[in-house]
């Protein structure tokens, strides 16, 4: 049984898509906690609803808030195994990543390398790309490095956007395959079918 701890930092669809595989015994794996940076969020509120532990972060002395030397406890004391960013629009700190090297992914809904990097997140991405006049688009999951969206990618899957009107459109497809394509990789990686080999992903 894999361990997750997920972060997040809004409405919680792709959060509440692992919940959904995991009810369904598609996904054998336990969340133990949900980390977000917000004091509020739609995440939240799922999380509670599954009785599952919520914590909000903070870089500063924040009343409500933990520091992230307290989620790196956290992480360590619930045993967890895998660490999934779930539409969390902060950057992890470096100490995280290094202690869970290779056991962080992260979802973004377009097609890395490109639209990706420092800013570029939810509606950024796609008005972006709706304006880059690109006629596919689609969701990445990789693994988290200390740069934005640069970890090697695991999987990804591409949706036609060549007849769409705008970047709403583009959002509601490109979700659409999230919700697919996070838990694969989550079942994929706690069946330990996902091998790194120097530099691709190979998922088995
Ligand atoms: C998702 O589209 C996710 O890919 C994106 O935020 C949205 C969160 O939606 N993440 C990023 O843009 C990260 N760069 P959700 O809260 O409904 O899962």
Redesign the pocket.
């Known amino acids: 049984m894999l361990n997750l701890a997920v972060f ?9 898509s692992i919940l959904e595989a995991i009810s369904s015994k598609v996904l054998e794996a336990q969340v133990k906690s949900v980390f977000t940076d917000k004091e509020s969020c ?2 939240m509120e799922i999380a509670e609803k599954y009785s599952i532990p919520v914590y909000s972060i903070s870089n500063t002395d924040k009343p409500g808030f933990i520091s992230y030397k307290e989620v790196s406890e956290l992480l360590l004391k619930q045993q967890v195994d895998l660490i999934v ?5 902060k950057k992890l700190p470096d100490t995280v990543v290094d202690e869970y090297e290779n056991r962080i992914i ?4 377009a097609l890395l390398p490109c639209f ?1 990097g420092k800013g ?3 509606m950024n ?1 796609h008005r972006a790309v709706f304006n880059s006049s690109a006629k596919v688009s689609g ?1 990445t999951v990789h693994f988290v490095d200390k740069i934005y ?1 640069n970890g090697k990618i695991i999987a990804q899957e591409a949706v036609d956007i060549s007849d769409v009107g705008s970047p709403e459109e583009i ?1 509601e497809r ?2 659409k395959i ?1 919700h697919k394509l996070l838990p694969f990789v989550i079942k994929k990686i706690s069946e330990k079918k996902v091998v790194i080999s120097e530099n691709r992903v190979i998922v088995h």
Do not use: C, K, T, W
């Open positions: 997040v930092s809004g409405r919680g669809s792709n959060f509440q739609g995440a960013l779930a539409g969390f629009l992260n979802i973004h809904p990706g570029m997140y939810g991405v969701a969206d959002a490109v979700l999230e």
